[in-house]
Every structure is written in C-alpha cells, then in structure tokens.
C-alpha cells in the first residue's frame, strides 16, 4: 500500500508542479493546493499505514494507528487553509486593481 | 596611557573641534589652529632622538580586546621615530604652505583639515603600531583620508575618479594584508610585532607552509600603498587632489607606508631568498618603469607622480638587496643597502616635498601646469626657481646636495650584489646595476626637464591666463625649509647618519647597532664613475629628446586601460549577465528552485547510494484502496487539461474528498472530518473568487513553455516519489505512539488521542495554529477593506 501511496504523491506532486509554473493565478493557487494535499498523503503514508483501531482509546483494541501524524496533519491542514483563502483573495484583489491574472504579465517596474 | 598613545590620538581628537573653530573664527585662516600641533608633535619626537639613537625601544601597551590579543600598543624605535619625524615635520610645513596656498573664502577648509588631522593620527598610528591589527586599522584610515583628500574639490569628474581608483587599489592590497597578518598570527600565535620577531629569531618559520603565502599577501599590501608596478597607476590620478596634499600625501608619507611596512616586517621574512627577489625585483622594474615614463608627461604634477612612483622603487629595491644583511651582520657590504634605502627615503621627502610646492607655486601663479604653456619663469620668480632648481638637482643626484649621497650609496649597494654569494645573486644579479644606472639616466632627464622648461627659455605672458609673479613669502617659506634641509643634509648627512639612520637600519635588521658614515668623497670608486657617465648621458638625452621621445608612441597605457576595463566592462557584463537570469518572471525563478532542488536531490541519492527499496514491511492492499487511488489520479491528472476554470475547480474538489475518504479508510476520523469541511469551505471561496476572475483560467501556452514545464514537474514528481520509497523503507526506529496510547488517560484524562495531543501533549503547535488562522482573516479583512491613495474603491 505504501508504494501505492508513493506512487499517488509522486503524481500529486507533478501535477502540482506543472500547475504552479503555468501563467494564471488561478491554476498556481489550484497547485498549492494540490501540493498541499501530497504533503498531507506523504506525511499519513510516512508515518505508516499498517491495520490498527482508530486513535480512540474507547475501541480497545489490541493495536492503534500511530497518532502523531495525524495531529501534524490536522495543525498543517489549517495552516494551509489559512494560507490558501489569503492567497484567492490576494488574487481577487489583484486582478480587481492591475486588471490580469496572467503572472508573466506582473513582473513589476523595470528600475534602473 | 601614555604620553604616545596620547600623541597617535591628538590629531583625532583635534579633529572634532576643527569644525567648531571654523564656524565660529571665520576671519581667522583655519590652518592656523591647525599649525601648532604638528609643531608640537614634531617637538616631542626632536625630544625623543637621545632615546632611540641609543637604540631603546619603549613600547605602552593599552589593553583594547584582550581576548583575541589586540592591544593598543605602541612601540618607538629608529624606523618609528624617522618616520613620525617625517610625518610631523612635513606636516608641519604643508600645513603652513596650505594656509596660503588654499584660499578661506572659496574653500572648505574645515573639512580639508580634517582629513588631513585624520590622515596624519593615521599615519602616526601606523609608523607606532606594534600591534598588526592596530596598525591594520590604521592603513585603512590612511585609505579612506586620502581618497577623501583626492576628491576634495568633489565637483570635479577627474577628482572624483581619481579618488575612486585610488580607494579601489589600496583596499584592495590594505585587505590582502589583512589576510597576511592573519597568516602571521596562524604561525606565530601573536599580533604584536615584536613577539613574531622574537619568536621567529628563534625557530624560523621559513618552513611553514603559510610563509610563502603570508609573504605574498603583505607584500601586495605595501606594494599597492607604496604604487609599485603594477600597482602604481593609482598615483598619477591621484595628482587631482590639491598640491599640499600630493606633497604630503603622495610624496612624503602616505606612499612611504608600504616601505614603512617592508622594512618593518624584514626581520620576519628576510630570512627567505624569495623576499629579496620579490622586493628587489618589482622596485627595480618600477624604478625604470617610472623613470621612463616621468619623460612623457607634459604636465608638471604628472612628472613628479612618475618620479614618485621610481623613486620609490629604487627606494624598494635597496630594501631588498638590504635584506641580504640577515645573512651577514656586521659588514658594511651588505647593510650598506638598507642605509641608503632609509637615506633616501629622508632625502626623498625632503626634495620631493619641496618641487611639489613649487609646481604648487606655478600653478597659483600662472594659472596652468602644463610644459607646453609654461617657460622662461626664471625672470619673474627666481626664488622658486632656485627652490626648484636645488630640488631638480638633488633629484637627479649631483653634488652636493644629499639626492647626490643617496644615489651614490645606491650604485655602491647595486654594485655590491655582484659579491653575494647566496640566492643566485652572482649571476642574475648583474641585471640589477644596468637597470638601475639606466633607470638613474631617465631620472635626470626628467629632473633637468621639470626645472629648465618651465624657468629657461623665452618668458611668454600671452600664453597664460593670469600676469605671474613672484609667490607671496608665506607660500616660499616651506619649500625653502625643505631646501635648506637639502643642503645642509647634503652638506653634513653625519648630522642625521648616527641620530636618525642607523638606529634605523638596527629597527630593520631587528636588534644590533650599525655605524654609518657618509662621506662625499670616497675617492675613485666605481660608483662615481657611473654618477659620471650618469650626467654624461642625460645632457645628451635631454639635447636630443626631441629626436627620440616619438618611442613614446609605440607604448599604449596598457594598464589604465587595464583597470578601466576591469571597473567598467566588468560593471556592464554583470549588469547584463543579472539582467539575462533576473528577468522579473516568476514561473522562470520557481524553475530555478524546482530544478535546483531535483539536481541536489538527485545527486545526493546518486554519489551516496542512497535509493534502496525494502517491500517487506508494507500493508496490503484492499480493493477500496484501488478504488479511490484511482479516482484520485483520475481527478488530479483531469485538472491539467480542464479547459475551464469550473472545470478545474470542482476537480479539486474532488481531490480533496477523495483524499478524506483516503483518511476513512487509513482510520484517522478526526483528519477526514476536517478535510471534507475544509475542503468545502475552499471550493466555496475558489467559486467566489472564480466569480471575479477573467472567463479563461488556462492561458495560452507555448510548445517550448510546456515542455520544459513538464519536465520540470516529471522530475520533481519522481524524485518525491523516490525519496518517499527509499525513506520509508530505510526506518531506523520505532515510532513513539506507544507513548501517547499509554498516556492519554492516565495522564490526560482523554481517550480521542488526536485531540489530546493537539490540545494538551503538544498544545503550543495549536495555539500558533490559531494565530495563523487569526493573522490571515485579519489580513484578508484588510485587504478587502484598506484603500491606500484613494483610487479604484469599490467594495464589493
């Protein structure tokens, strides 16, 4: 399973690559999300993903999931949602005051 | 402290209340304020002369930062007191001079003076200094006042590059002997310079791998400050500055650093074969270089730069040959270099500074410099010509003056190292004279010019732009102190021999008295002979200079074109090359990153070996894992090619809840809860965005743009995917959840053990997590809401 889990990262991450370096802003923030997502995979996947109950000590189970990653994913959840809401209203404010989404267009005043 | 750390600091502190006494004594020349303390600085040194002509060294230490052993401390020995007796006596006189010469009313004179304080508290720091780092310290203040002396009329263009080319050079060498002393320091444990002398006389440590290094580094140091070649095209530019400054600065003291430096640090390296080479060497091809070239110039400030920069070779060589006195003490053969050297490092100070007040002098009071322009003065100011023509002659090395000792104690000591039996002196050595008695030749050609085209000849006021005249008495009283200086050191040399040189030569050769004699008659040496045919052959080059001085074409100022080169190609061509990779696109800079991050990634797995596969430690595979890794490949690869920005954002929708059904199934209910809210808050906020967006989510894109792009994510994809594989199965040990399930009620009070970690086990992460949260609706609050200027504010 966890060659599997390496194998979707991989392509998570691929996608999100392509999509970051394209030209709109819309699709690089649609990248950091999918990154975000292979992050969280990677970070499950790492920690292991073999049989066990689910953290919650009511099951009495024999053998948990490693409960560690999970609260690291949660706080990492929230902290890229944070950071991606920022982003797509940064993005709306741009394109409401400089009128484009296309970023090879923003590069900025030429100084000299 | 004592009365010496007090007498390096006076020109400092002086110079803090110099702009004090110039606001409020307006009528008063500020230079007058200034007067007296380089008289009573050269008064106390005059005091000091019974101490070290006994050969006592008094050393004050001043503990500074003891913990890395630099110490504030001071040392006057022979080398120190010639020096500072220099430094202070011509202070005293260009001071003087400068009063007349610079004009209260046009000039800034308190900021003039006070880089001149600086510059002289500088040049006392670094002739006392017995620590390196000190005297370091002060080489560099030395840098800063003199390039804040050349720039002084700051509105002129050639003034302002001078004083570029000048700092750009200096620094250069003043930071290669940074690196020296540090090389110093690495092999003998001490910054002090009498502990590495001591220490070196006893172990030598010619031996050390860094010695040949150390010796390299100091020696650019002292030649770029002393412009050596090809080090020396610094000075000529540096004639922009005002004349009082090129006679004090570019004459007397600031160039003499360097000498100062070498013959200080002879004790240390002398003992190598390749310091006398290396010193006598480049001041002999700068000698010549200099002489020959002093012949060219057509202006009179030009003319004394080149004589400078060859005087200061030869200067330069005699300490090399000099250095061959380590290996035989007590012979007058071999120290008699290094006492002609330190001879006519006094001699040279003397003449030299008294011909640039004269063309200082000409300059006031015909208004141009130029040859050309310039000639039968001789009528109108013949107490400057007398001044110029005692300065031309000692110069050039005729009796009597003392130029005439010096440039006899110089072909003596070159003829000498024909004796030498070490170093390959005996063969290679015999260069050495021919050189110097040619490079001698070009000197007095260019001697006889500096006082016979301007004096001699047909006196023509219409070719000059004011009616000269004699100069007012203030302005003569310098050059002709200076003169007299000449003539009577000429006259006498006993007079400063035993006082002043020979404990010198002992501060040079570190320890042992030496007894100097000068006389003006040696009978019929050789050296006389060559004096002689000296004299012979100038009159004859300077007859016929017309006939020859066309060669002057052939030789293109290869080295300044050199430097300009270097200060402004190179500008150009890094400008472009920072424009060609800074080209203000983002996607090219994250290419940068992605592909930066794949080559070292990669390359490490490569050279270490790293990528291993370990397929017995994995879960299996249920059919519900197939199921949703299928559609989560399907749903993110769609993205790519989604024509429309709904397209692509209902895609990630569905990423996202795949990815919470993926945390179902991996058994982790608080992080599929969270996910599946989280994400559909985002899909909501992405449609709110998409609603303001232009219609087209997916731009034109070129082949090439797509290509490298794919590759680039190819890559990063693949090295994830590795480094995931690899890590995952190279565990080294356990995880420590055994930890959490133990504790989370006993200690707790929980049985959710997600929650009691992110709350209570590892609460602080929360508590930033929060703030993040806080921190960017705060941030998109504000960025919908603050308008800066005004313009564009519709809310919506």
Known sequence: MELLMAIII??????????????????????????????????????????????????????????????????????????TSFLLVLAYRTYQELGTDNLEKLRGKKHD | MSILHWVVLAPFLYAIIIPILFTYMKRVHTGWFILPLPFLLFIYFCSKIPTTSQLQTDVFTLTWIPSIGIDFSLMLDGLGMLFSLLITGIGTLVILYSIFYLDKAKEKLNQFYVYLLLFMGAMLGIVLSDNLIVLYMFWEITSISSFLLIGFWNNRRNSRNGAIKSMVITVFGGLSLLAGIILLYLMTGTFQISEIIASVQQNSIMTDPLFILAM????????????????????????????????????ATMVKAGIYLVARLSPVFAVSGYWLWLVSIVGIVTLIYGSFFAIKQTDLKGILAYSTISQLGMIMSLLGIGAAGVHYESETT??????????????????????????????????????????GLMQVMPITFTISIIGAFSMAGLPPFNGFLSKE??????????????????????????????GSIFTFVYSMILVFKPFAGAFKPEKLATKPHEAPIGMLISPIILVSLVIVIGLFPDLVANTILSPAISSIYGGGSYDLHI?????????????????????????????????????????????????????????????????????????????????????????????????????????????????????????LFAKSRLTSIILLGAVGYTVSLFYVVFRAPDLALTQLVIETVSVALFLLCFYHLPKNARKKESIPFKL??????????????????????????????EFYVENTYKKAAGENMVNVILVDFRGFDTLFEIAVLAIASIGIFTMIKLRMGGKKSENK
């Open chain 2, 216 to 251: 390299i580094c100091v020696l650019l140091g002292a030649f770029t400050k002393s412009a050596q070649f090809p080090f020396h095209i610094w000075l000529p530019d540096a004639m922009e500055a005002p004349t009082p400054v090129s006679a004090y600065l570019h004459s």
């Open chain 1, 10 to 83: 991989g392509i998570l991450f691929m996608c999100a690559t392509y999509l970051i370096l394209s030209k709109s802003i819309l699709r690089i923030i649609i990248g950091t999300g999918l990154l975000s997502h292979g992050v969280h995979l990677l970070v499950l996947t790492m920690g292991g993903l073999k049989g066990g109950a689910a953290p919650l000590l009511g099951q009495h189970a024999t053998s948990y999931t490693d409960p560690l990653p999970q609260a690291l994913i949660l706080t990492a959840i929230v902290i890229s949602f944070g950071v």
């Open chain 2, 334 to 375: 071999y120290y008699i270099a290094t006492a002609a050297a330190v001879f006519h490092l006094l001699n040279h100070a003397t003449f030299k500074g008294s011909l640039f007040m004269v063309v200082g002098i000409i300059d006031h009071e015909t208004g141009t410099r130029d040859i050309r322009r310039l000639s």
């Open chain 2, 708 to 737: 490298s792009n794919a590759i680039v994510s190819i890559l990063v994809g693949l090295v994830v995917m590795l480094i995931a594989i690899s890590s995952y199965s190279n565990k080294l040990f356990g995880s420590i959840a």
């Open chain 2, 519 to 639: 006389y003006h008659w040696h009978g019929f040496q050789p050296e006389l002979f060559m004096t002689i045919g000296v004299i012979l052959a100038g009159i004859l080059l300077y007859k016929t200079r017309e006939k020859w001085t066309t060669i002057y074409r052939v030789f293109p100022t290869i080295l300044n074109r050199l430097y300009d080169i270097l200060r402004f190609k190179t500008e150009g061509s890094f400008n472009s090359l920072t424009n060609r990779y800074m080209v203000g696109s983002l996607r090219t800079y994250l290419i940068y990153i992605f592909s930066f991050f794949v080559f070292i990634l990669l390359l490490t797995m490569i050279l270490k070996d790293g990528f291993t596969s370990d397929l017995s430690n994995l879960a299996p595979i249920g059919a519900y894992e197939i199921g949703l890794s299928f559609v989560l490949i399907i749903a993110t690869i769609s993205i």
């Open chain 2, 409 to 438: 104690m110089f072909f003596a000591s070159m003829l000498n190292i024909l004796e030498f039996n070490l170093f390959n002196m005996q063969t290679w050595g015999l260069l050495l004279p021919i050189i110097a008695w040619i």
